[in-house]
């Protein structure tokens, strides 16, 4: 038992495609996602109004509250000075 008198539990680490788990695989299966994501494409516009299609609205539930993440193309003077500066660092 550890100083701190709390018993600790130790899972053996399971790997899975991308990380290494420390969740014990014979209760895993009872663990949901949290996050249900739908992704799509739409274009911006001069208005505030983002426009979700169809499709993807139709997969959204009907009431509840949806965290939203707008992701834009780089700009280009970034992308340029990161293509540089990796070309530096590889000399």
Known sequence: MPATGKRTARFPATRTAH???RIDPSISAN???AIHAIEFTAN???GRT???PEEAASQLPKSGKARVIVLTADDPDDTNWRSAAYEQFMR
């Open 44 to 46: 911006l516009g001069p």
């Open 19 to 21: 990380a290494v788990s």
């Open 50 to 52: 983002l426009v979700i």
């Open 31 to 33: 663990y949901r996602p």
